[in-house]
T-cell receptor, first 113, second 111 residues
């Protein structure tokens, strides 16, 4: 089966610019996650969707980050405006349901200069 | 706050030996723990899930234990190989249904 797809793989932007990431989960997976992973750390959950509803977004910096899940399938994560500390890898994952094993995409490496 | 801690120091093991990684959690008793493997430049890959009512789970050369008294999970790789070199992450679901990952332990298997 096809895995979780993410694009772009790499992005370099200047601070205060905006950027968007796209994720296509595994077909049939109801739960979708966005994580931020800073070098040397574990993934930090930003937002979790169950179908097209938000389960948890308590760690999403809502003043600059936003996410949506279109029709309960694809999802986009946006940062506007970006800060230097947003430089990280942004991982998308999906699972069949809450608490099930997660399948991760390759991630998008964001560099903010 | 609910935390999950892994040994942040890298673990270096001679090929053929058993590698043992530790995951400790505090301030919460999770219903399950998950273990993932992450290679450089890639997303984590799921390895094993162990539930609170399971003491031990095995998959090929991998074994995971779950000690709810010690609030600890151990991850073992027997007959380790250089190809097992990677970062290993543990994760659990918090009381608020939020997934929390540890910082990972980097494992190096030398020939």
């Amino acid at each position: 089966e096809a895995g979780v797809a993410q694009s772009p793989r790499y992005k370099i932007i200047e601070k205060r610019q905006s950027v968007a990431f796209w994720c296509n989960p595994i077909s049939g997976h109801a739960t979708l996650y966005w994580y931020q992973q800073i070098l040397g750390q574990g993934p930090k959950l930003l937002i979790q969707f169950q179908n097209n509803g938000v389960v948890d977004d308590s760690q999403l910096p809502k003043d600059r980050f936003s996410a949506e899940r279109l029709k309960g399938v694809d999802s986009t994560l946006k940062i506007q405006p970006a800060k230097l500390e947003d430089s990280a890898v942004y991982l998308c994952a999906s699972s069949f349901g809450l608490g099930d094993e997660q399948y991760f995409g390759p991630g998008t490496r964001l560099t903010v200069t | 706050s609910q935390k999950i801690e892994q040994n942040s120091e890298a673990l270096n093991i001679q090929e053929g030996k058993t590698a043992t990684l530790t995951c400790n959690y505090t301030n919460y008793s999770p219903a399950y723990l998950q273990w993932y493997r992450q290679d450089p430049g890639r997303g984590p890959v799921f390895l094993l899930l162990i539930r609170e009512n399971e003491k031990e789970k095995r998959k090929e050369r991998l074994k995971v234990t779950f000690d709810t008294t010690l609030k600890q999970s151990l991850f073992h790789i027997t007959a380790s190989q250089p190809a097992d070199s990677a970062t290993y992450l543990c994760a659990h679901e918090s009381s608020a249904s939020k997934i929390i990952f540890g910082s990972g332990t980097r494992l190096s298997i030398r020939p």
